[in-house]
C-alpha cells in the first residue's frame, strides 16, 4: 500500500471517528485522546494532518460539504426534464438526511468555528455548485418551463422546505424521515419554480 493511500486511509478514519465523538458529546467535550485511540492514530500524525482538534473538525466540515455538493451533481445532472431534475434534487437531499443523520446534523450545526482558510475553501466550493447548478438550469429557463427567477432564488425555493423538515427531523419533532415525505416536498419545490402553465 503507498504512502499517499495510507495517509488519505488515515486521515478518512479520523474524520469518520470524530464525528461519532462529535455527534455525542459535542466538539468542545471531545477528548482528542479517544479519537486517537480509536481511530489507531498517534499523536504526532493527528496533529501533522489536521493541526489540532479543531482542525479536525474542519476537516469534517469540508469533507461533508464535498460529499453532499459531488452527490448531488451525480443525482441532478443526468436528468433531462426540469420537473425530474427538481425531482431529483429534493428526493436526493431528504435520503442523504435520511442515510446520512449524523453527518447531516453536522453539517446543519453552529457548533463549528471555521477559520478564514476554511471558509475560503467553502466559499470556492459554494461557487462550483452554483456553477453547475445554473447552467444546468438555464436551458429549462429559456424554454419556458421554469419561471425566470433571480438565480439566488432557485435554490432557496426548491430546498428550503426540505432543509427545514430536515432541522425538525434531526432535531427530534417530527417522526416521519425525510425520505418518507420526499414526494410532498418535491412536488411543492415544482410547484414554486415552473412556469404557470406547466403541470
Not at 14 to 28: D, P, Q, R, W, Y
Not at 136 to 163: K, N, R
Amino acid at each position: 500500500m503507498s504512502r499517499q493511500i495510507q495517509t488519505s486511509a488515515l486521515k478518512s478514519r479520523v474524520i469518520e471517528v470524530a464525528l461519532a465523538h462529535f455527534s455525542e458529546v459535542g466538539i468542545a467535550r471531545t477528548n482528542v485522546g479517544d479519537i486517537l485511540k480509536d481511530a489507531n492514530c498517534s499523536v504526532g500524525s493527528l496533529y501533522h494532518h489536521f493541526g489540532n482538534k479543531e482542525g479536525i473538525a474542519e476537516a469534517l466540515f469540508i469533507d461533508g460539504v464535498n460529499q453532499f455538493n459531488a452527490s448531488l451533481l451525480a443525482a441532478l445532472l443526468p436528468r433531462r426534464t426540469a420537473s425530474t431534475g427538481i425531482s431529483s434534487i429534493v428526493t436526493f437531499c431528504c435520503d442523504w438526511v435520511t442515510d446520512q443523520s449524523q453527518l447531516a446534523a453536522y453539517l446543519l450545526s453552529r457548533e463549528i468555528k471555521l477559520s478564514k482558510s476554511a471558509k475560503q475553501e467553502l466559499r470556492e466550493m459554494d461557487r462550483a455548485l452554483s456553477q453547475s447548478l445554473f447552467d444546468w438550469f438555464v436551458p429549462h429557463v429559456e424554454s419556458g418551463t421554469l419561471q425566470q427567477l433571480p438565480t439566488a432564488m432557485y435554490v432557496p425555493l426548491i430546498c428550503g422546505p426540505t432543509l427545514e423538515y430536515s432541522r425538525m427531523w434531526l432535531s427530534g419533532r417530527s417522526r416521519k424521515s425525510p425520505s418518507d415525505v420526499s414526494p410532498i416536498l418535491a412536488q411543492a419545490a415544482w410547484q414554486s419554480v415552473k412556469k404557470s402553465n406547466n403541470s
